[in-house]
């Protein structure tokens, strides 16, 4: 099931709504979002909701067993064995093929390419298992002694699927302790409208302009053509995923859980490392607590710590050669504004910045797009002008041109929409102290968050795919 559906929309989440108000106490409650969220994650694929059920409970036994081994010893045993068992699951369903393809093109061997299809989820729930052991070993969270309520924790349908990555921490007092106030319905629901506008009326149309031009062969592409694209294509992951956080977010806030924000107005970035403190956060703060600062053969080894982040950052997006690369052109580009320092790139002019941080992360996310290496090489090509020499590509071409205008608004919006333009215009509203212009905010906004969810209707109503990019890991 998807949120941008009409029928989750106007059924699933009503029926959910109802009866989370109408259930009495909080365990019914709780009882009442757990079924909900099994026949969620089940409607698409019901044989994966065995994996969640049997990584649910493993990973509450293991805390159970972390709790106990503190008085015998084995609380490092139990945290090892649940983390190794996880990475194993994680490993068996996403990487199997793409190890066993590689073993097979080094060896010159010909074992057969397991064909598994990648459960849904499974990276988002998996890495949260694994902060839950290691919060639980280092007792910066209490185990969960009930395993229906860490079922509610991992399999909870809002950030079930594609994030954000939420601690048990953030919700650990809340999963036994919350109420939901008429505020949080409503602020709930206008996230939830804003995160479909971003997903229906601005991703998908971005991703008509990128299939249009990268859904096939490129190596005739202009280079205006090859920029142009993968501009669109930046501005269409981050309205995808960031869409889908809102609506997590605001589902969450709906059923009285308060989550972290995921994105922070990453294209306002100033640096690569400012962008990676706004962009995904939530896996950007798993990597920095659970494996920067992890010993290595015994010491704190920064650089190595830093090569596994970022290496592990590309893994974990996909089992492909251009995820990999990904992560480590980034993480090389963090490399590089620390060994340069902090006061030597604040001395650089601001325009610079904002040049510099733009062109490394829109060619970042070309190479996000191109699992075909081949591809990945004439993009490379492309954008860099070589083209125009190696395969006689145009500069510029009348198709582009012609994309281009159709699409101007879109694309000027979208790049309006992606800088902390509206809640500048929030703040004014609603933190100037005027009651007049908190009642015309208020009002504005409800009246705005409307027309943007009957917008949002009609376009959904002849609409027959609205996956979620991040729903592929």
Sequence with gaps: MVFADLFFIYIFLPLCLLSYLLARGLPAK?????????????????????????????????????????????????????????????????????????LNLLTG?????????????????????????????????????????????????????????????????????????????????????????????????????????????ITGLSVLGTWYT???????????????????????????????????HPFACKTIAEFWQRWHISLGSFFRDYLLYIPIFGKNRKYVSLFLVWFCTGVWHGAAWNYILWGLYFGCFIFFEQKLGKKRIKKWPLWWKHIYSKLVIVIGFGIFYFEDLGQLGQFFLNISGLALFTSAAPFFDPVTWSSFLNNLFLLAGSIAFSLPLLPKVKHYFLESGSDGLYVAGRAGSAVLCLGLLVIVSILLVDSTNNVFLYWRF
């Design 109 to 217: 061997l010909a074992l057969p390419v397991p064909q598994i299809r990648l459960p849904i989820g499974i990276s988002f729930f998996t890495f949260q298992a694994i902060s839950y052991l290691l919060d639980c070993y280092w007792e910066t969270v209490k185990v969960q002694q009930r395993y229906s309520r860490f079922l509610l924790y991992l399999s909870l349908f809002p950030q079930l699927i594609a994030g954000p990555i939420v601690r048990y921490s953030v919700v650990e007092d809340e999963i036994e302790n919350r109420s939901v106030t008429p505020t949080d319905l409503c602020e709930g629901a206008l996230r939830v409208i804003v995160g479909l506008a971003k997903k229906v009326i601005l991703a998908n149309n971005l991703w008509a302009i990128v299939d249009a031009f990268f859904g096939k062969d």
């Design 230 to 264: 993968v501009i669109a294509y930046s501005l269409y992951v981050y309205f995808d995923f960031s869409g889908y956080s809102d609506i997590a977010i605001g589902l969450g806030r709906m059923f009285g859980f308060h989550f972290d924000e995921n994105f922070r």
């Design 30 to 102: 709780n009882t009442v979002l757990i079924v909900f969220s099994l026949i969620f994650y089940a409607w698409g694929e019901p044989l994966w909701i065995l994996l969640l059920v049997f990584s649910s409970f493993l990973n509450w036994a293991i805390g159970l067993l972390i709790e106990r081994g503190r008085e015998t010893g084995g609380a490092k045993a139990a945290v090892a064995a649940g983390i190794v068992v996880d990475v194993a699951l994680l490993v068996v369903f996403k990487y199997s093929g793409f190890l066993v393809e590689n």
